[in-house]
């Protein structure tokens, strides 16, 4: 049995599903289950004790709990289920299509805390490696007001983990991450380090201004993120 009532799926992966849920013992605390098959369990469970490093870092998506369920008629199906916090106001993706672009007051206030964030990623020894809008989720409080969140950190490792790859010229290009949100160095080179998460964020900052992704302005990028 499951520790969590599923409500609804909020979205599918090509290992899982994410499920808008609610705690047996808690039912009005909503969460975002993320449900994976027991045989990819291992990529959730790194990723969870990865955010176990971030613990009441306020702009950082915080770990609820986990555990493994037997589900099915017969039991016979086994899932690892990790519970984090649940974004009513979902991604900044979202919130950019809503507005069309942001008020330049607000973009200033959704950049200091997006940098908040990476100041605590980076401070404990980690690369994020995939800052884009749509791992940036939105928080609202009683009054409606805004509280960005970082989360997905399945592509997260330790800064002396990585390592800078020469491509081959004929080989094709290994990607970590979104390549519209990624810089050239690291999509050329294998190049991936704490700079990257620096350049994401800029690109995210184009996006909140003008209201469209920065690789429509950007030749190099745009072609190497169809």
């Known amino acids: ?5 599923r409500v609804k799926v909020l979205g599918r992966g090509s290992h899982g599903t994410v499920f808008l849920a609610v705690p047996i013992s808690a039912p009005f605390d909503f969460v975002a289950l993320k449900v994976v098959s027991v045989e990819y369990a291992y990529s959730l469970m790194i990723e969870e004790t990865i955010l176990l490093n971030f613990n009441g870092c306020p702009e950082i998506i915080q770990r609820v709990g986990s555990g493994i369920c037997f589900e099915g008629d017969s039991l016979d199906t086994v899932t690892y289920n990790l519970a984090l916090e649940y974004a009513a106001g979902g991604s900044l993706t979202d ?25 605590c990623i980076h401070e404990r020894g ?17 009054i409606g007001k805004v509280k960005l969140k970082i989360a997905d950190f399945g592509l997260s490792k330790k800064c002396d983990e990585f390592e ?5 010229t004929n080989a094709k290009p290994r990607f970590r991450g979104t390549p519209k ?9 294998g190049k991936i380090n704490t700079s990257l ?16 992704p920065s690789c429509e302005s950007n030749g190099f990028t ?5």
């Open 1 to 5: 049995m499951s520790n969590w009532n």
């Open 95 to 119: 919130l950019i299509r809503r507005r069309e672009k942001l008020p330049e007051v607000e973009v200033k206030e959704y950049l200091k805390m997006i940098l908040r964030g990476l100041c």
């Open 126 to 142: 980690y690369v994020h490696g995939d800052i884009k809008p749509d791992n940036i989720l939105v928080f609202l409080d009683d």
């Open 164 to 168: 800078e790859v020469m491509i081959s």
């Open 181 to 189: 949100y990624m810089s050239p160095e690291s999509i050329l080179f």
């Open 197 to 212: 998460d620096i350049w994401s964020l800029g690109c995210i900052l184009i996006e909140m201004i003008s209201g469209k």
């Open 222 to 226: 745009s072609r190497h993120s169809r």
